[in-house]
Structures are given as structure tokens and as C-alpha cells.
């Protein structure tokens, strides 16, 4: 049975692992063509190859491109090489982010290294905005019903983490809606994507040194699955400019995660804490 999506040609940012990878294989099980970038290239398992290899076991078309998102020439040329192969976009997903070395967890903004602003502002934001403008005329050959989707955190509206963070998912958020705006009357829908806690493989690999349990955080596929079921929606133009909730979408679409489960609820139970 063909899928949803088949025929459909998305771009996944940062897809070699964790909320993209999921993104990118969710994208797949539909039946879709997946261009996907990623840093990480050689024969392992979070890999462009290993990513790829995933896509089609999922039932999608991988093409994989290694790409510094922080190299602007780099993701012109990507996004050449998708204008030249397949002529348009129907779903971006701008996904690529800069974990510092070590992570900007704690502390005061005094305490980090400056280049910590350039990697969660400069590759969680600015990249996302090179990406777009390079995606546009794609997304726009698409025709209406095309969808840009950023993933974005709870960090634009609360602290998370460290000041630099909370900087880069803010301007994320409003940089979305303004492009919105600006992208409705082309017939593109732009949404922010807001998951919860994700036990993304660097999340797990913590967890695991710390004694931490996972087990109800989302799944990166779980995350990844609410993108076929957002660009499905019918009232898709109706959503463009606003934060999705990963939690809502897994209720109102049934979107289940690899373990048959609906994505456990992040929002008041940071609420809660927040009051405390």
C-alpha cells in the first residue's frame, strides 16, 4: 500500500540522530523522499549512512548530504543539489542544532565560553534562517499545502538550561511566526514544533552515567511522527505561525511512538514545577 506521502520531497537538517533522525524515518514510513544533512559521516550506526539506512527500512528514499550548518557555502550547495534533483520542497523540517562542548548546562552566562552563543544561537537559529531563504523558491515550486517545520523547545518561554538557549529557541519562535506571515500568502504553512523531554541519545547517554529514568520522556520517532500527521492535517494553513505541542498533536492525531504510547504530557508537569 503506498503511503501518505509518497511521491512528497522533504529535507531533514541535523538528521543523524535523535529528533531528526526521527523525523526523517517518521517521514519514510509514509512513503516519502528524504534529503537529509548531518556532520557525521563514515559506516556507523548514527551515521549518514546508518540514517539512511534507516529511511528505507522504514519505506522511504534517503539522499544524504554531509553539511556544516555552520558553513553558509555548504548549505547553498545542498540546497542546489535538491533544486537540481528534485525541483521542490513539500516539507522542511529545520531540525540542525549545536550541543556546546561541554554543554552550557548550569551556571551563569559569565561561567560559558563565548562560542556557546555562536553554537546555540548561530547553528540553532541563524542556520535555520540560511536554510529557509535557500528552501523557499523550493517550498514555493511545491505549491500550497508546502510546510516548514522548525523545532524549537519550551526553552523560548521558560529557562532552560542557560541564557544563550532560551535566546535561540525565543528567536526561533519569532522568527517562525513572522515568516508565517510573510510565507501565507505563497499558500506555506511555517509552524514551530515543541517537544517535551526526548530521550535523544545524548539525553540517554546522560541518563545513563546519572541514574536518571527515561521512561517517560518522549522518543525521537515518537517526536518525529507528529511531522507526517501535521503536514496531513487539514487545517494546516490555519496552524501556520504557532507552537504545536508535541503532547497535543500525539492526542489529537493519535500519534503513538514505537512503543504503541501517546506522548507522555511535559507541559504541566514543568508548570507545576515552575509554581513550586
Known sequence: ?????????????????????????????????????????????????????????????????????????????????????????????????????????????????????????????????????????????AGPGALMVNVSSPGGQSYHFSSSYGAGKAGLDRLTKDMAQELEPKGVAAVVLYPGSVATEFIAAHAEQNGTDLSDSQTPLGVGRTVPALALASDIMARSGSIQWVEDLSQEFDVRDERGQLAPPYRARHTEREAS
Open 1 to 141: 500500500m503506498a503511503g501518505r506521502l509518497e511521491g512528497k520531497i522533504c529535507v531533514v537538517t541535523g538528521a543523524t540522530r535523535g529528533i531528526g533522525r526521527g523525523c526523517a524515518v517518521a517521514l519514510a514510513e509514509e512513503g516519502a523522499t528524504i534529503y537529509i544533512t548531518g556532520r557525521s559521516n563514515g559506516d556507523g550506526e548514527l551515521t549518514l549512512k546508518g540514517s539512511i539506512a534507516a529511511i528505507e527500512k522504514a519505506g522511504g528514499v534517503g539522499i544524504g548530504t554531509q553539511v556544516d550548518h555552520g558553513n553558509d557555502a555548504e548549505i547553498e550547495a545542498f540546497f542546489k543539489k535538491v533544486a537540481t534533483e528534485a525541483g521542490k520542497i513539500d516539507i522542511l523540517v529545520n531540525n540542525v542544532y549545536k550541543i556546546p562542548s561541554p554543554p552550557a548546562w548550569g551556571g551563569g552566562f559569565w561561567d560559558h565560553p563565548i562560542q556557546v552563543w555562536d553554537d546555540q544561537v548561530g547553528i540553532g537559529l541563524r542556520a535555520h534562517y540560511v536554510a529557509s531563504w535557500h528552501a523557499a523558491p523550493l517550498l514555493f515550486a
